[in-house]
């Protein structure tokens, strides 16, 4: 699965997949890229969430910004069931980006 250059919401997470960081870019290669190098932020540092879980593409970054929010509010077992969707083994979807 590749990311085509829209704004994008975003699941990180770390190396045991049980820590998940929503996350929302216009540029989702790049904020990967500082995710994996140290430079995501403190969450993501901290509970070394290193790995892009799952991800949607929206042309509206309102839209981005509202989905974002919805799933931040959302249970682990909800997150884990929408992961799992698109992203079954819970694979490092940006693996071969870097």
């Not at 045991?16 to 989702?28: A, D, M």
């Amino acid at each position: 699965m590749t990311w085509s250059g829209s704004y994008a919401v975003y699941i990180m997470s770390n190396k045991t997949r049980t820590v998940f960081y929503t996350g929302v870019s216009n540029n989702l290669e790049r904020r990967v890229w500082e995710h994996k190098n140290g430079e995501g932020g403190t969450f993501t540092s901290k509970y070394n969430c290193y790995y892009l879980v799952y991800f949607e593409e929206y042309a509206d970054i309102n839209n981005a910004i509202a989905r974002e929010k919805q799933l931040k509010n959302w249970h682990r077992k909800w997150k884990l069931e929408l992961i799992k969707k698109q992203n079954p083994d819970l694979a490092d979807l940006a693996k071969d980006w870097i």
